[in-house]
């Protein structure tokens, strides 16, 4: 069965760079979510779109945006890197909420040097 | 705030015993409970969840008990295997405020689980 895809898998960056993460929902998936973990910690929800809009947003910086396309897939742009900004970045899909299908694809390593 | 909380870092158990994972929620808006198996460097694998109208679901190895009254929910795996050794992820949900589907996760701090042969 097709699952979430994120792309790259792993990316390094300088400070002050920017980073653009790409989440590929599994089809017919109409809300993707974005979650950061840091290093030791749980990961913490950022953003949400359902169909396309900005559904629910949480402890995401300013520097961050995001945006969901009319192929349902979603990038997370990420400017003025910081170090702390070093976490994996996991994409979820479903479709209508929680009960469906709420599927996690294996994240992105983002590493700020 | 942590509005959901996994108040055990770790737990060691022998390979065949039953393992109990705990967690305790403050928001009471909260009606869908997750719990997610996590290896490192990967993604949360869905394990089972229960909805805040039932008091128990299970799925195979897998119970989850729910407490309502008590904010707690708890996991259970029996017969424990080593394979099982992993993070435990609790996570919590509640109906968006525009009414149409649940939301965001929020997520307890995990529980390093270890099964010894």
């Known amino acids: 069965a097709a699952g979430v895809i994120q792309s790259p898998r792993h990316l390094i960056k300088e400070k002050r760079e920017t980073a653009t993460l790409k989440c590929y929902p599994i089809?017919?998936?109409?809300?993707v979510y974005w979650y950061q973990q840091g290093p030791g910690q749980d990961p913490q929800f950022l953003i949400s779109?359902?169909?396309?809009?900005?559904?629910d947003k949480g402890s995401i910086p300013d520097r961050f945006s995001a945006q969901q396309f009319s192929d349902y897939h979603s990038e997370l742009n990420m400017s003025s890197l910081e170090l702390g900004d070093s976490a994996l970045y996991f994409c979820?899909?479903?479709?209508?909420?929680?009960?469906?299908?709420?599927?996690f694809g294996s994240g992105t390593r983002l590493t700020v040097v | 705030d942590q509005q959901v909380k996994q108040n055990s870092p770790s737990l060691s158990v022998q390979e065949g015993r039953i393992s109990i994972l705990n967690c305790d929620y403050t928001?009471?808006?909260?009606?869908?409970f997750l719990w997610y198996k996590k290896y490192p460097a990967e993604g949360p694998t869905f394990l089972i969840s229960?909805?805040?109208?039932?008091d128990k679901n299970e799925d195979g190895r897998f119970t989850v008990f729910l407490n309502k009254s008590a904010k707690h929910l708890s996991l259970h795996i029996v017969p424990s295997q080593p394979g099982d050794s992993a993070v435990y992820f609790c996570?919590?949900?509640?109906?968006?405020?525009?009414?149409?589907?649940?939301?965001?996760?929020?997520f307890g701090q995990g529980t390093i689980l270890t099964v010894h042969p």
């Open positions: 979820a899909s479903s479709y209508e909420g929680v009960g469906y299908g709420y599927t």
């Open positions: 089809p017919r998936h109409d809300t």
């Open positions: 779109f359902y169909e396309k809009m900005q559904s």
């Open positions: 928001n009471s808006m909260f009606d869908y």
């Open positions: 229960i909805s805040s109208i039932k």
């Open positions: 996570a919590a949900s509640a109906y968006n405020a525009g009414g149409t589907s649940y939301g965001k996760l929020t």
